[in-house]
């Protein structure tokens, strides 16, 4: 039997598989491929020019750019169908000069500094009257849509609309707060808290779990326990503890599932009226393994099939040795 579970912020319903569920193991990958380091375009091209560069990271604009910044932003009707060019900017993240593939094998001390990196970004491009929201995200391997280059990078993105994932979650956050006069996220971490058959990991600042309605077998959610709805704003003072939480969670997939593909993706909160969000909204890090492929049947209902109960992954992931 399989279980139906409702997202509490987006309300969109998974299907979770419970007694028929694959066990952990079977989602360990088998793979792990690098390209030659002389083949390495960040290892070789260290002269071109950088929009940033401290402590190691380097952030330069995409070579094959999906937006584009040069023209100004104009959205116009074509019938029925809104219309614009992709404005915007699009930025790599050169996360080490060293020719390292997965940010797990990073120092915590580097991962503090791409982490700082984002929030810098941040701050510059919010600057731009025609941004509406700021993705700072992770593809690693070729399953996660990234090129098989072997050297640690992500990516920023700043775009001129707010995505409808973000639109989603923030109106379900809103609703929320609308009755319970809570934070969603924050009552969230509390029951997880309480409950602790889905928590991965945590310290002092940060708490790991795998979501109650997950759509994908070990997707992971990195909540602060302070509560702040931007990313950039909120993580002063908790650099060091946000590394050493990421660390901890990629070693446990590299190590207990084969160095998978994974993505991880910033939420926070719209650059506009940041004080409008900022009782309701929490922002958070997605972490997603990419273990399976998603079917007709996701793409077609929006719902989801997860093959796993996110208790059995927390479980498993929990008892990963990353100190080994
Ligand atoms: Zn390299
Ligand atoms: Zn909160």
Redesign the pocket.
């Given at each position: 039997m399989s279980q139906l579970r409702k997202d509490p912020i987006v309300g969109r319903w998974t299907i979770v598989a419970t007694e028929r569920a694959r066990r952990p193991a079977a989602f360990v990958d088998p793979k792990s491929t690098v390209t030659d380091q002389k083949e390495c375009p960040y290892c070789q091209d260290t002269n071109s020019p950088s929009v940033y560069e401290a402590h190691g990271v380097k952030v330069i604009n995409s070579n094959d750019p999906i937006l584009d910044e040069s023209k100004p932003f104009e959205r116009r009707g074509h019938g029925l169908y809104d219309v614009a060019h992709s404005y915007g900017s699009h930025e790599i993240v050169v996360e080490t000069p060293e020719h390292i593939p997965n940010m797990a094998d990073l120092s915590s001390e580097q991962i503090k500094a791409v982490f700082q990196t984002y929030a810098l970004r941040m701050q510059t491009h919010r600057k731009n009257p025609f941004i509406e929201y700021i993705l700072a995200y992770k593809n690693y391997g070729v399953a996660a849509g990234s090129r098989n280059i072997g050297h640690s990078r992500s990516q920023i993105m700043a775009v001129p609309v707010l995505p409808m994932r973000v639109q989603d979650k923030i109106s379900g956050a809103e609703k929320y707060f609308d009755y319970h006069e809570r934070?969603l996220?924050?009552d969230i971490i509390t029951q997880e808290l309480k409950s602790k058959d889905r928590v991965v990991a945590q310290n002092e600042h940060f708490l790991v779990i795998t979501p109650f309605a997950s759509r994908f077998p070990f997707e992971t959610w990195i909540l602060p326990k302070h509560?702040h709805c931007d990313f950039a704003e909120g993580i002063k003072g908790y650099e060091d503890s946000l590394a050493a939480i990421m660390k901890d969670i990629l070693l446990r997939f590299k190590i207990g599932l084969n160095d998978p593909a994974y993505n991880y993706m910033i939420q926070t909160s719209p650059v506009k009226n940041p004080s409008s969000f900022k009782d309701y909204y929490?922002w958070h890090i997605e972490v997603m393994p990419r273990l399976t492929r998603v079917a007709g049947f996701e793409r077609g209902t929006g719902f989801y099939i997860c093959p796993i109960p996110p208790e059995m992954t927390a479980a498993f992931l929990r008892e990963v040795d990353i100190h080994a």
């Open positions: 934070c996220f924050c509560h929490h």
